[in-house]
């Protein structure tokens, strides 16, 4: 693949993690999180929507990234090769995680939620792939 169509491939990835952003702002209705979140401790409801807060933002940092330094992600240097790297790491194991540790028995029914499930996966293991790929480019183009 020539570089042009992985920066191609890399800024597509930075506008769909917008869309997973933008899309993530209504998970916490969809699945009752206030509801549930009122029967915790203050500090933990507190912690969890502070780590909330930090995956919405590096989500959409990640974003940027790749939105506007695609070209820097393929610099062929061990910068570039560990940030490729740690963003295909990042959503490789949010991958398995859907289907190896969360409870989707209890999740919301109805074909809404299949789709949106559906399109998250999808997006999450495309964002491995893409960023797998450029830090297998950037590895190989190491002196």
């Not at 992985?6 to 993530?24: D, E, K, N, P, Q």
């Not at 409870?103 to 399109?119: F, I, N, T, V």
């Not at 964002?127 to 590895?139: C, D, M, P, Q, S």
Request: proline share 3%.
């Amino acid at each position: 693949m020539s570089d042009d169509t992985l920066i191609l491939l890399i800024r597509g990835a930075g506008v769909a993690h917008f869309g997973v952003v933008f899309a993530s702002l209504f998970v916490p209705r969809e699945l009752g999180w206030s509801h549930d979140l009122a029967k915790v401790k203050p500090i933990n409801r507190q912690i969890f929507t502070t780590y909330a807060g930090y995956i919405l933002a590096i989500n959409a940092l990640f974003g940027l990234l790749a939105l506007f330094g695609a070209t820097w992600l393929l610099e062929r240097t061990p910068l570039a090769a560990c940030v490729c790297g740690f963003i295909a790491a990042y959503w490789g194991v949010r991958v398995v995680l859907q289907f190896a540790y969360y409870d989707r028995k209890s999740a919301p029914h109805g074909l809404k939620h299949k789709l949106a499930e559906a399109m998250f996966v999808t997006l999450f293991a495309a964002f491995t792939l893409i960023f797998g790929y450029a830090t297998a480019v950037n590895i190989r183009g190491l002196p």
